[in-house]
């Protein structure tokens, strides 16, 4: 049984940061797509970043590249969102995810996902 749980939301100012962090257990940890989606009020879930987990390839969605960085400890098998630069539309709930998939298919940051966390909310405040 696949687990995952998030930890690390909470509210910032603008131009601030926080780290995400996703717990994992339960699953073959060389081959899994591990990502990050969010999802506002009113608005559809959508894919943030994306990590292959037996390599180094890392995705993003644009409106966050060069703020937002995705990360793996392997030894804790915890999944990491460092999210700097912070905006207000920044603002929802994110959740981590993980999919048996091959390393191409990280890429894609569909929110197809087989198993999710409960969510962690951010909230940036202008």
């Known amino acids: 049984q696949v687990q995952l749980v998030e930890s690390g939301g909470g509210s910032v100012q603008a131009g601030g940061s926080l780290t995400l962090s996703c717990q994992t257990s339960g699953y073959a940890a060389s081959t899994f797509c591990m990502g990050w989606f969010r999802q506002a009020p009113g608005k559809e879930r959508e894919g943030v970043a994306a990590?292959?987990?037996?390599?180094?390839?890392?995705y993003y969605a644009d409106s966050v590249k060069g703020r937002f960085t995705i990360a793996k400890d392997n030894a804790k098998n915890t999944l990491y969102l460092h999210m700097n630069t912070l905006i207000p539309e920044d603002t929802a709930m994110y959740y981590c995810a993980a999919s048996p998939r091959k390393s191409y298919a990280c890429a894609y940051l569909r929110p197809d996902y087989v198993y999710w966390g409960q969510g962690t909310r951010v909230t940036v405040s202008s």
């Open positions: 990590i292959y987990t037996g390599g180094d390839n890392t």
